[in-house]
């Protein structure tokens, strides 16, 4: 039980949970909201999430990338050795199956009606696809910097109109900007975590945008992630004069000091030093402008 709660790396599990609320609470906003379809939402992309986490594990360690990681670095269990790849293909399986029903049982839940519950099913699908091939297969894109156009898509775009459609089975066009911010700071923790690996993964051949870019764009991209996200919520708030959800602006000192240390890190190590603050960073951010609309 250790080792999947390992695996599972529930550090990360925040960004999941954001990204739910995120969508639930501008639904809630707007009079469309009901428990059951935000609890099942949020157990399925709670699964997606572990899912990710676990092919990730594999499929890195069957490539070798993790063997090279420096050391400040998270030990990885297939490439230590403290899990079998046998293991931990069983494990994909338990998990892809926990998410396809989960992820039915919320469709069934919903206000969807036949075309809806297609359409959900067949991104549902998606979903699962991109979880277990960031890392793993021939074409892994996780190794083609591919990696934060995924994270924007899933943990913004898709993971918040998808949310918010499940419980008012509509949307509207302002609701891009709300899910483009919370995808744009779920951007920014695996930019900071490419940062830190960008030396171990050029020796392995990952080609994430950090390694492309190089260390000091990636800290540039990472600025212009941080300050796009902003924006997106800001201006949510001044058109929809949905003022409370500003309440984000309480982080400000927090990103603000994010950001100082990133610009003084003078190497990968300094500045992967960051990743715990940039988590908290992002999920607070989309948890209080969650909070603020609820108010």
């Known amino acids: 039980m250790s080792q999947i709660i390992e695996l599972s790396r529930p550090r990360t599990l925040p960004l999941a949970f954001a990204v739910i609320c995120c969508g639930n609470a501008l639904a809630y906003h707007d009079g469309n909201w009901h428990p059951p379809v935000f609890i099942l939402s949020l157990l399925t992309a709670l699964s997606l999430q572990i899912l990710s986490n676990i092919a990730n594990d594999y499929g890195d360690g069957i490539r070798g ?3 090279v990681r420096p050391a400040s670095a998270p030990r990885r269990l297939t490439a230590t050795g403290r899990v079998s790849p046998a293991y931990m293909r069983r494990l994909l399986v338990v998990c892809t199956l926990a998410s396809l029903v989960l992820g039915i049982a919320l469709l069934s839940v919903s206000a969807l009606g036949r075309g809806g519950f297609l359409v959900f099913l067949g991104l549902g699908a998606l979903a699962i696809t991109a979880a277990i091939t960031y890392t793993v297969g021939r074409c892994a894109y996780g190794y083609h910097a591919l ?5 924007f898509t899933f943990f913004g775009l898709l993971g918040v109109l998808g949310s918010y459609y499940l419980q008012s089975g509509n949307w509207r066009p302002g609701l891009l900007l709300p899910a483009s911010g919370c995808g744009l700071l779920a951007a920014t923790v695996l930019n900071i975590n ?7 993964d050029r020796a392995a051949g990952k080609q994430t945008l950090a390694v492309k ?7 540039q991209l990472q600025y212009m992630l941080l300050v796009a996200a902003g924006c997106c919520y800001l201006a949510y708030a001044l ?3 949905a ?9 400000l000192p927090l990103v603000s000091t994010h950001a100082r240390a990133l610009h003084r890190a003078a190497d990968q190590m300094s500045a992967g030093c960051e ?6 960073c992002a999920c607070g951010v989309s948890l209080l402008f969650s909070l603020g609309l609820c108010l």
């Open 147 to 151: 990696g934060e156009i995924s994270v």
């Open 194 to 200: 490419n940062i830190r690996d960008i030396v171990s």
């Open 243 to 251: 003022y409370t959800s500003l309440l984000w602006l309480l982080l």
């Open 275 to 280: 990743l715990k603050r940039i988590v908290s």
């Open 239 to 241: 058109l929809n004069q």
């Open 213 to 219: 870019l190089g260390f000091e764009r990636a800290k």
């Open 65 to 67: 990338t993790d063997y």
